[in-house]
């Protein structure tokens, strides 16, 4: 099914959620023109580049539909006055990070990217445009756009009035997984009050998702139900690492804990696994989002119920760090420590917000010098969440950390290894190799269950497993 009512998307953000949407849609939209643009050249260069391994964020699958639709019918550019003159719908995919100064700082989002988005569209636009929310946005952003649409437009005298239609239709994929979540999502959630735009963005949509998953909602709902979303997962996951704590106290297993309750369907088994806090770009900015939006309309109470789910978040970073150097006997002054993991989660390079940036920072401030791997995350991104450069000595002249290339080279006279992040390699270790290259006593901190207990324990090693009382 194809409608043929829109002829040309303009996707302003070429990040994690504009890039593999966009592929996605040209996938299964073979006769729109779909362009993705964007204000960091390097960035699309990288979009441009022929080889697709280097590709700027790492998604499986990705790079198959790169290249089967780059200059096809999904193109790439920083020319953003062309892309939006032409475009009939906009997708906004830009960034909405948590405000780091002015009123709001630490919570709200800052909408300044979303603005000049806005902006651009009122000014290089022609004829009527549907621009729809794709980032994740405060309620009621969708007025605030409106708003600079309709007054900061630029028309010349030969020119028709312009006019819009703002949508706001959230993105749900998780990255890791985006395509498989793009190509079969639980659902698509269009919120609007135009029934022909709506439509319109419908009927792309039904080239390939059935059309009983396609909700239609009102647009604040859909602002509010990605917030929301995003706020009951994180809560999952805070709910199963704090039980992790209690599971380690008690002498209780953290595994037969989630299997037990996840068999009631009214729970369900999906994000039970414990691990050492959650990552990634959105869950705490959103939840913080939220909190501001409470406090704002005096919803005090709800502000501090949801902010308990960030707290305990930090809280898990910092006990697994403490515990870390509680049982290398108080110290980890002048020890190596191999890092296994720096990414937020398996089979992406994004390490915003990962645990383990806090972890290895706390590390490296406590004296170790740490030798990091991480298949996919380089040495400048480490350098950049580190804050610290790669030759950066301690006192005693030494690298507080390196990249190691691989889990062998990376465990050289190492006192621990500490798995931060489950990528697939780890799950499968030879450790009674491992350990030959270690000093001993040598340790295990699991902080992603992923390493076979008894099998470390015969190699010799002493192993903490999150919620695993044999620790
Ligand atoms: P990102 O930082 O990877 O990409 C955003 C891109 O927008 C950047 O490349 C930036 O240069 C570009 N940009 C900013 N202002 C611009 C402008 N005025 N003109 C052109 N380009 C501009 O961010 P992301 O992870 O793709 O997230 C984008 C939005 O989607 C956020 O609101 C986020 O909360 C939401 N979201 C993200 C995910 C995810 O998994 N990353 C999932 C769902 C929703
Ligand atoms: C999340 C939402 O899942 C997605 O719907 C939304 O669009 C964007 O935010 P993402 O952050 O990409 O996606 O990944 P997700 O799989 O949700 O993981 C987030 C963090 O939680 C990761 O650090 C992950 O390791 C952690 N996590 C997830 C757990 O610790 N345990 C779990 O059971 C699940």
Request: aromatic share 8%; hydrophobic share 25%.
């Given at each position: 099914m194809f409608d043929n009512k829109i002829k040309n998307i303009c996707c302003i953000g070429a990040g994690y959620v504009g890039g593999p949407t966009m592929a996605v849609f040209a996938n299964h939209c073979p006769y729109i023109k779909i362009t993705v643009t964007d204000i960091n050249e390097s960035r699309i260069n990288a979009w441009n580049?022929?080889?697709?391994?280097?590709?700027?964020i790492y998604e499986p699958g990705l790079d198959t539909l790169i290249s089967l639709y780059r200059n096809k019918n999904l193109f790439f550019t920083t020319n953003i006055k062309e892309s939006i003159s032409n475009a009939d719908l906009i997708f906004l995919s830009v960034n909405t990070p948590?405000?780091?100064?002015?009123?709001?700082?630490?919570?709200?989002?800052?909408l300044k990217w979303i603005e000049a988005s806005a902006r651009q569209i009122a000014k290089f636009s022609k004829g009527h445009t549907i621009v729809v929310e794709k980032s994740t946005l405060p309620v009621r952003t969708a007025k605030t756009i409106e708003n600079i649409l309709s007054e900061s437009q630029e028309i010349d005298n030969n020119e028709e009035k312009k006019t819009f239609s703002v949508l706001s239709n959230p993105e749900f994929l998780s990255e890791g997984n985006a395509i498989n979540d793009l190509e079969k999502p639980d659902r698509v959630l269009i919120g609007g009050e135009d029934k022909y735009a709506m439509n319109s963005l419908v009927d792309l949509y039904l080239n390939w998702v059935p059309k009983e998953k396609i909700i239609l909602t009102n647009i604040w709902s859909s602002e509010l139900s990605k917030l929301t979303a995003n706020a009951f997962l994180a809560q999952r996951i805070s709910s199963i690492n704090a039980i992790s704590a209690l599971c380690e106290a008690t002498g209780a297993d953290i595994k037969q804990v989630s299997k037990a309750i996840g068999m009631d369907s009214r729970i369900g088994?999906?994000?039970?696994f414990p691990g050492p806090g959650f990552g990634g770009s959105c869950f705490q900015k959103d939840i913080l989002n939220l909190v501001y939006l409470c406090e704002y309309y005096n919803l005090h109470e709800v502000a501090a119920y949801w902010e308990e789910v960030v707290n305990i978040n930090n809280w898990q970073k910092d006990r697994i760090f403490k515990l870390i150097v509680l049982k290398l006997f108080g110290t980890v002054f002048g020890k190596k420590l191999a890092i296994f993991g720096?990414?937020?989660?398996?089979?992406?390079?994004d390490t915003r917000n990962s645990a383990s940036i806090k972890i290895c920072r706390n590390l490296i401030d406590e004296g170790a010098i740490l030798s990091i791997y991480d298949p996919k995350v380089d040495n400048n991104q480490i350098e950049k969440d580190l804050n610290l450069s790669l030759n950066e000595t301690s006192s005693?002249?030494?690298?507080l950390w390196s990249r190691a290339n691989s889990i062998q080279s990376a465990?050289?006279?190492?006192?621990a290894v500490i798995i931060l992040t489950e990528w697939e390699?780890?799950?499968?270790?030879?450790w009674t190799k491992l350990i030959k290259k270690m000093k001993r006593p040598a340790w295990i901190f699991d902080t992603r269950s992923v390493v076979d207990v008894l099998k470390a324990e015969q190699a010799g090693f002493n192993i903490w497993q999150i919620g695993n009382y044999t620790s």
């Open positions: 580049d022929s080889d697709t391994s280097n590709l700027p948590t405000k780091t100064k002015g009123i709001g700082a630490g919570k709200a989002s800052d088994n999906k994000f039970l720096f990414s937020f989660k398996a089979n992406t390079n005693r002249e030494k690298m465990v050289e006279d190492c006192h390699e780890f799950k499968n270790i030879s």
